[in-house]
T-cell receptor, first 112, second 111 residues
Framework: DAKTTQPNSMESNEEEPVHLPCNHS???????IHWYRQLPSQGPEYVIH???SNVNNRMASLAIAEDRKSSTLILHRATLRDAAVYYC?????????????FGKGTRLSVIA | NAGVTQTPKFRVLKTGQSMTLLCAQD?????MYWYRQDPGMGLRLIHY???????AKGEVPDGYNVSRLKKQNFLLGLESAAPSQTSVYFC??????????FGPGTRLLVL
């Protein structure tokens, strides 16, 4: 699976939108973009994933660049409970049982 | 539906002692994984299993052994614990290309 690059940390004010970037310039045409997050003292949890089109769910939105070399996870209104480490991960559609590979992610701090 | 559970939640070992960490999932997932996470670091894969009776090495397998005798359980063993194995251990499971679910973690301190 191709490599991703994320900022080490970001800070946001509560109730404001947060845009978490991820660069993946070597992404292949069959790689899905997955986002997981890890709240303090917990295991990671799934947030969202997409291939080409922008995706929305109850937790977040995923905006994917037209050339797919970057993507942005959008939290529309950050809350204190959104403070976590966010991981951007690429997985090929045909990667089968290949484990998820985690980088260091982006540590998001939310200020009240 | 409990998801992925891990036992124990916390353990202190002395150097050279052995122990087994248990991971259980009730979602009938084929794939199960053991990761470790050191302070300020991302997760690193130790071992994984693609089905009952199968295991494979991950990125950092040395010092650990695993077994998958039943589909719902994945055991991680430390035969002779070392201080370098002080970490938080996470188990995860998945079906096919679906979402990967993680357990709450086991905090291990080796003195």
């Amino acid at each position: 699976d191709a490599k991703t690059t994320q900022p080490n940390s970001m800070e946001s004010n509560e109730e404001e939108p947060v845009h978490l970037p991820c660069n993946h310039s070597t992404i292949s045409g069959t790689d899905y973009i997955h986002w997981y997050r890890q709240l303090p003292s917990q295991g990671p949890e799934y947030v969202i994933h997409g291939l080409t089109s922008n995706v929305n769910n109850r937790m977040a939105s995923l905006a994917i660049a037209e050339d797919r070399k970057s993507s942005t996870l959008i939290l529309h209104r950050a809350t204190l409970r959104d403070a976590a480490v966010y991981y951007c991960i690429l997985r090929g559609w045909n990667s089968g049982n290949t484990p998820l590979v985690f980088g260091k992610g982006t540590r998001l701090s939310v200020i009240a | 539906n409990a998801g992925v559970t891990q036992t124990p939640k916390f353990r202190v070992l002395k150097t050279g002692q052995s122990m087994t960490l248990l991971c259980a999932q009730d979602m009938n997932h084929e794939y199960m994984y053991w990761y470790r996470q050191d302070p300020g670091m991302g997760l690193r894969l130790i071992h994984y299993s693609v089905g009952e009776g199968t295991t494979a090495k991950g990125e950092v397998p040395d010092g650990y052994n695993v077994s998958r005798l039943k589909k719902q359980n994945f055991l991680l063993g430390l035969e002779s614990a070392a201080p370098s194995q002080t970490s938080v251990y996470f188990c995860a499971s998945r079906r096919g290309h679906e979402t990967q679910y993680f357990g709450p973690g086991t905090r291990l301190l080796v003195l």
